[in-house]
Nanobody
Framework: QVQLVESGGGSVQSGGSLRLSCAAS????????MGWFRQAPGKEREGIAAINSYDSTQYADSVKGRFTISQDNAQNTVYLQLNSLKPEDTAMYYC???????????????????WGQGTQVTVSS
């Protein structure tokens, strides 16, 4: 089945930027919907961005205007550009793929069936 590997996390100061990557391999199907999620210690996993095969996107209010999701189908990679980072953005960031054959955008974790191992983002004030 599809494997997802995130990279690009790190430690930055408030106001800084990072670019996360999610490389997909071992395709047995082409996901129509990809998402980025994050989870801070003691908190539930939060959907923050999603993109479908039409390049339509959806964002959580908490990141709208600061984060941008994009994809490069030739590279089988999904990106998340994080700008104007805040300390409250500190979390483990995960990418995920939906098995559904629908292009309907969703930020619900239950929509996604394949998950990467995560990459840590730490923002200091």
């Amino acid at each position: 089945q599809v494997q997802l590997v995130e990279s690009g996390g790190g430690s930055v100061q408030s106001g800084g930027s990072l670019r996360l990557s999610c490389a997909a391999s071992r395709y047995t199907y082409i996901p129509k919907l990809m998402g980025w999620f994050r989870q801070a210690p003691g908190k539930e996993r939060e959907g923050i961005a999603a993109i479908n095969s039409y390049d339509s996107t959806q964002y959580a209010d908490s990141v709208k205007g600061r984060f941008t999701i994009s994809q490069d189908n030739a590279q089988n990679t999904v990106y998340l550009q994080l700008n104007s980072l805040k300390p409250e953005d500190t979390a483990m960031y995960y990418c995920a793929a939906a098995r559904l054959m629908s292009n309907t955008l969703s930020l619900q974790p239950s929509t996604y069936t394949i998950w990467g191992q995560g990459t840590q983002v730490t923002v200091s004030s």
